[in-house]
């Protein structure tokens, strides 16, 4: 039997367990693999990682949720550059030469799920909200749009930091003032990246042709900007399309399988447990 699981606190509303033990269903191979979750924090992790009996037990990778995205990087042995640019690391691999490595599949999750909806590239974008997914955000957008960024934030600490970030990627990144945020939708992609309710008043300031906003909430969905874009005929992402997208590629990473059957199978398994 071959291992993987997620790692977090809290983890019990985790979706990831659901995705990936159906892409082991997809392709026959619930009697070999299987993905567990376990509440670890960022005080438990070294314990957890010390303690597992990687060769024994069969271990392919983990999983991380917050907030264990930065604190498990000096825990492994090598890092992959796309998760050092946003000091963030979703996924480690375990080696049979028993090295640890660590990647970040959000930002080419992103990618891939802007591309499925047929957003390759635009002149304009915008990103609401400063935290780690912003982060992600703004480096996928280093790969999508040809312009500079909008990132709309709270106060001068979190703006300095997203230019910081900006220069790191290489993305001209522009900061805003959050009550400027309706400013957001006339560019030609918007990426939210905030909490439940953050922008629940900005749902009446969608314009009448709005182009592709990409919220990364899955729960409850769809939020009030989503359904206001959705009946403006705007094209519409969801936290569902980013977890689905990311999970196909750990899925990847784990046990070396390529199989496009495991996109529509995570997706209608979290469509269900949602």
């Not at 945020?181 to 314009?207: K, N, W």
Request: negative net charge; charged residues 20%.
């Amino acid at each position: 039997m071959r291992r993987a699981a997620v790692l977090g606190s809290p983890i019990a509303h985790s979706l990831s367990p659901a995705l990936h033990n159906a892409a082991y269903a997809a392709l026959g191979l619930e009697g070999e693999w299987q993905y567990g979750r376990f509440e670890v924090d960022e005080a438990g992790l070294p314990g957890f990682l010390s303690g597992l009996d990687v060769e024994g037990e069969g271990w392919a990778g983990l999983s991380l949720t917050m907030p264990l995205k930065r604190a498990v990087i000096p825990l492994l042995d090598e890092v992959s550059a796309g998760a050092l640019a946003v000091d963030a690391v979703n996924t480690v691999v375990f080696h049979p030469d028993g090295r640890r490595t660590g990647d970040n599949t959000d930002v080419p999750g992103l990618v891939a799920a802007l591309r499925e909806r047929g957003v390759e590239k635009v002149r304009s974008a915008a990103v609401l909200g400063a935290g780690a997914t912003a982060s992600s955000a703004l480096a996928a957008l280093g790969q999508v749009c040809d312009g500079p960024v909008l990132a709309f934030v709270r106060g001068p600490e979190r703006a300095a930091q997203m230019r910081a970030l900006g220069e790191r990627l290489g993305v001209d990144v522009v900061p805003e003032e959050w009550d400027r945020a309706s400013m957001a939708f006339d560019a030609e992609l918007v990426i939210s990246t905030t909490p439940v309710g953050a922008t629940d008043h900005l749902a009446d300031a969608v314009p009448d042709e709005p182009g592709a906003l990409f919220d990364v909430l899955y729960h409850p969905w769809p939020t009030p900007l989503a359904a206001a874009w959705q009946r403006r005929d705007g094209v519409v992402l969801g936290g569902l399309d980013l977890l689905v997208h990311q999970a196909v590629l750990q899925f990847r990473a784990f046990t070396g399988l390529d199989d496009a059957d495991v996109v529509a199978a995570m997706r209608a398994a979290g469509q269900a447990a949602l």
